[in-house]
């Protein structure tokens, strides 16, 4: 079983930046290239959608996160983090960390995001 803690979530302003860390403190006992780590996000009445996800080789981002967003692994520590930036309100919502290994998925608790003025 895998046990997520992320960290990071807060309000910003329009245009602001803002850095989320998610890890598995205890939890991940294989080896870590093995797993895919990253980001979805929920806004109000709205699907969970992807932000980013990194695997070993590679990396994947919505399409509304390109270019602003930057997810990096950091593998002696087994965690992610998501550098956002030029935030926009509409990048508001519930952010939340998932993990993918070997074909089951395990998700955080998730930590909120508010772009407001």
């Known amino acids: 079983q895998v046990r997520l803690a992320e960290s990071g979530g807060g309000l910003v302003p329009p245009g602001g930046s803002l850095r989320l860390s998610c890890g598995a403190p205890?939890?991940?006992?294989?080896?870590?290239?093995?797993?895919?780590m990253g980001w979805y996000r929920q806004a109000p009445e709205k699907q969970r959608e992807l932000v980013a996800m990194a695997s070993r080789d590679s990396t994947e981002y919505g399409d509304s996160v390109k270019g602003r967003f930057t997810i990096s692994r950091d593998n002696s520590r087994k965690m992610v983090t998501l550098q956002m930036n030029s935030l926009r309100p509409e990048d508001t919502g519930v952010y939340y960390c998932?993990?993918?290994?070997?074909?089951?998925?395990?998700w955080g608790k998730g930590t909120l995001v508010t772009v407001s003025s």
């Open positions: 998932r993990v993918d290994h070997y074909g089951t998925t395990y």
């Open positions: 205890g939890t991940i006992t294989s080896t870590f290239w093995t797993y895919t």
